[in-house]
């Protein structure tokens, strides 16, 4: 859970935060807000830009990427969940949790 926790924060400040604060920052009238935003902005556009053109991902996924985060941190923190409760499934199989799975490699 500690290590997620910390991917899903990487993610979301690298990824969503300065698409977040931007506007905020131009609404609020914070220049120097503003820019350091823009900058990461950029930069995220800049580097999803040159995996989509390395990878063959279309060029309008590259504006929607913050997007895809959101729904990446969705799918982790409900599989999280779904972890702890013990329901987890795929593909029409039940998985046991993970306490159960130690239980059971260990006897």
Known sequence: ???????????????????????????????????????????????????????????WSVPLHPVAILGLVGIAVRSLAWSRAGRISWAGRRYPARSARISVEQS
Do not use: E, K, Q, T
């Not at 506007?23 to 902005?41: D, I």
């Open 1 to 59: 859970p500690l290590a997620l926790f910390l991917v899903v924060a990487a993610h979301l400040w690298a990824w969503v935060l300065p698409w977040v604060v931007f506007p905020l920052a131009l609404h609020a009238g914070a220049p120097a807000l503003a820019v350091g935003s823009a900058v990461g902005v950029g930069a995220g556009l800049s580097a999803r830009a040159l995996l989509a053109a390395r990878f063959g991902h279309p060029w």
